[in-house]
């Protein structure tokens, strides 16, 4: 999700720092927007190479398209979080006082607020202050109190900003309800596999990554822990917790099951070779003759190998499988849940040009345990979002915990 990070000037701004990559690793975008005091206690630079975005520090910058940027901002963010919220901007917001972006995005946006206060104790003890608490508070605004002990001022009490894990939770408490998802660990694999036959050249496929990864997002924004494993490709990785790159199916099949056993879901998004090259030349293979032979075997089937293993044991992660068809989708995909003992067996025809393949869209057919559910076509995000759905009820109906 997109949550807009306001930082103002307190001595606390720098601990904002942590707030913006604390709510990264969760896998939300931030945009930091600074007050201008802010920049006097921490450069923009530093939300800058934190956050991978301009951070927006004047209302009138230059080219920034300035006067109507809040609104576009206002309007599609998430979250916005103010981590510090000095008296003095706490007292603006109370009083619909807008004379810069940030006081401006808080009138602009309809999204949910989240403050942390960051003051001396006598300043935050002040009526005035507590006043206009009470009228955000009364408002709807949430807040993250702040904490007690020794303040950069020389004071003891309470007025230090939350600590940033604190804050990030807040956050997260807001934007996700606390769904079967959360802290579960969640292996999603992705993209394709290249199976080398000699230095320079390699058998591959058209596998983007894109489905795997819009997985692995969705599943960090609902609260897991997520694991990607990754083939080759191009396109960004999601912010997650863990992200191992691979190459080869038997890599693929090494990293999956060496992790495979503290996960409770796997989902298995990557196309993996079904066969690699016998042989691996050590140098580039010339063009002697007319025709070539390359000897392929099986490599090993990762989803199989772990169903098998639950199967025997009925322990073990829940199993989500893809099964990429050209024809008969929904037979193939049953046989192959059957087969491969998962849960789940995302049926995907790839002879669609408007779908699968290399495109933002997807459209799925899911068989499980309850039957056969076909979704429109859409984009892989809400795909995503469909098939983690799934997986949620068969985690609360306890079918792999
Ligand atoms: O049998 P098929 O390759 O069509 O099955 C596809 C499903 O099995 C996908 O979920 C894919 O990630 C997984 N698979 C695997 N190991 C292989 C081949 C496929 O885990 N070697």
Redesign the pocket.
């Known amino acids: 999700m997109l949550i807009a990070l306001g930082v103002t000037g307190g001595i606390g701004a720098y601990k904002a720092v942590e707030v913006a990559r604390g709510l990264q690793k969760r896998g939300h975008e931030v945009v930091a927007v600074m007050t201008p005091s802010a920049t006097r206690f921490v450069g923009a630079i530093t939300f800058e190479a934190i956050t991978k975005r301009r951070v927006i520090t004047d209302q009138f910058e230059p080219g920034a398209n300035a006067d109507i940027e809040h609104i576009a901002l206002a309007s599609t963010i998430d979250l916005l979080v103010i981590a510090p919220a000095t008296a003095n901007l706490i007292g603006k917001l109370a009083n619909g006082i807008a004379d810069d972006f940030l006081s401006t995005l808080y009138l602009a946006t309809r999204a949910p607020v989240l403050i942390a206060p960051a003051m001396n104790t006598q300043m935050f003890a002040h009526e005035a202050v507590r006043r206009n608490l009470e009228t955000l508070e009364a408002r709807g605004v949430r807040f993250v109190d702040p904490g007690e002990g020794y303040l950069a001022c020389g004071w003891i009490g309470k007025g230090r900003l939350a600590e940033p894990d604190d804050i990030v939770a807040a956050a997260e408490a807001i934007l996700r309800p606390a769904g079967p998802l959360r802290d579960r660990r969640v292996l999603v ?1 992705a993209g394709p ?1 290249y199976e080398d036959f000699d230095p320079v050249r390699y058998i591959g496929n058209r596998s983007s990554g894109r489905m795997g990864f819009a997985i692995a997002a969705e599943a960090a924004r609902r609260g897991a822990e997520v694991t990607l494993v990754a083939g080759p490709t191009t396109i960004e990785t999601p912010a997650v917790n863990e992200v191992v790159r691979v190459r080869g ?1 038997t890599e ?2 090494r990293a ?1 099951l060496a992790r495979a056993d503290r996960m409770h879901v796997v989902v ?7 066969y690699a090259p016998a042989e691996r030349a050590s140098r580039k293979l010339h063009k002697d003759d007319d025709t070539m032979t390359l000897v392929l075997k ?9 169903g098998k293993r639950r199967a025997a044991s009925s322990e073990g992660p829940l199993l ?6 050209t024809e008969d989708v929904v037979a ?1 995909a049953t046989a ?1 849940r059957a087969r ?1 003992h ?1 849960d789940l ?2 049926a995907n025809d790839v002879s669609r040009s408007d779908a699968g393949f290399e495109v933002e869209d997807n459209a799925v057919t899911i068989v499980g345990p309850s039957g056969v559910e076909s979704l429109p076509l859409q984009s892989k995000a809400r795909v995503a979002s469909a098939i983690l759905d799934r997986v949620e009820q068969l985690l609360v109906r306890g079918v792999r915990l």
């Open positions: 694999t596999t199916a693929m099949h999956v298995m998004a990557a196309a993996v070779a079904d099986k490599t090993p089937d990762i989803l199989a190998d772990l989500v499988g893809f099964a990429a068809e193939h192959k491969k998962a067996m995302v």
